[in-house]
């Protein structure tokens, strides 16, 4: 377990518990596609970013418990219908949910997580919190369409492709630290300041996400390497190769995104290389990490304040 998990390591165990049975259901194939993904690892970060905020705040009580785990469930609902889009089959390592039980399984148990953390969000009773999550899922849902629209088309601009990871994975981060603020009563002047370190945190985690997707390795990362491309995914080194590569560059790395293949990943990848692509979208998660950092300076000393500025390093230093 990383350092900035130990500062909420018995709350988080608790959470772990609630996810558990809070996936119980009458329909055993719900369990067991429910479990499957569940004990398929990851990182848990979002459910620690609750923890954490809403500790950072004062918070006395046990709601921020239920918040972490209806994170987390919406978190793997969205990887449970992503897998069946991107027709992923590998994920953490191991087989994912709809190349073991199926498309139409994955997508159903999906719906399930997400009615389940509504259930659970009627139970914390607080409408404010309501609002974010419900706002939250909404504009991921857009994030999802947009980056299916976007696929093959590698006119996608840098502008576009932030926008779309802002709203596909950088918005659930900021809506976990957010309802831990909002769970503590916190002033909107904290609660923005959280707000904005989660934001921070979730876009630096999505383009280190497209950095390893080209530099780093399937034993690490539990997926293969290039996978991005193999699904017609514009993402920041490609869109950063083919504004500052060769004529030849830019058209080889435009055919394979319209293409969907990656059979000249070898060259795709000396072109990324060549122009520099891997070192500015590391620059730009460097940035993003950098000012979640910032976020926190107007807070008081804490083991908490501590393990967040922990978490921002780790956002850019992981090689997973």
Same mark, same amino acid.
């Given at each position: 377990m990383l350092p900035f998990y130990q500062v909420v390591k018995s709350e988080f165990e608790e959470v772990n518990g609630i996810i558990i049975n809070r996936l119980s259901s009458e329909v055993d194939l719900v369990e067991n596609i429910g479990q499957y993904i569940i004990d398929g690892g990851g990182k848990r970060l979002r459910p620690l970013l609750v923890l954490l905020s809403a500790k950072i705040s004062g918070y006395i009580g046990s709601k921020h418990l239920s918040l972490a785990a209806i994170v987390e469930f919406i978190h793997t609902a969205t990887l449970l219908h992503d897998d069946v889009v991107d027709t992923s089959d590998l994920r953490r390592g191991k087989a994912t949910a709809n190349s073991k039980f199926g498309n139409a399984p994955s997508v159903l148990v999906g719906d399930f997580l997400y009615s389940r953390?509504?259930? *659970?969000l009627v139970?914390?009773?607080d409408m404010k919190i309501m609002g974010t999550i419900a706002d939250t899922t909404n504009a991921i849902s857009e994030g999802e369409v947009q980056?299916?629209?976007n696929a093959r088309n590698p006119m996608i601009s840098e502008e576009i492709y932030k926008k779309v990871i802002f709203k596909k994975t950088a918005i659930l981060f900021e809506a976990a630290t957010k309802v831990g603020s909002q769970i503590a009563g916190s002033n909107s002047k904290d609660e923005k300041t959280l707000s904005d370190y989660g934001r921070h945190i979730? *876009?630096?985690f999505q383009l280190m996400d497209d950095v390893l997707d080209y530099n780093? &390795?399937?034993? +690490?990362?539990?997926k293969n390497i290039g996978d991005d491309l193999a699904e017609?995914? &514009?993402t920041l080194p490609l869109i950063y190769a083919m504004? +500052?590569?060769t004529k030849q560059q830019k058209s080889l790395i435009q055919k394979a995104i319209k293409n969907a293949n990656f059979d000249k990943l070898g060259l795709i990848l000396d072109a990324i290389k060549d122009t520099g692509a891997l070192d500015y979208t590391m620059s730009c998660a460097k940035k993003h990490a950098t000012e979640a950092k910032h976020c926190l300076v107007g807070l008081s000393d804490s083991k908490e304040k501590k393990a967040m500025l922990e978490l921002a390093e780790f956002s850019i230093d992981r090689q997973y």
């Open positions: 953390a509504f259930q *659970m139970e914390v009773d980056q299916l629209a979730g *876009m630096a780093g &390795t399937s034993e +690490n990362l539990g017609g995914k &514009t504004k +500052n590569g």
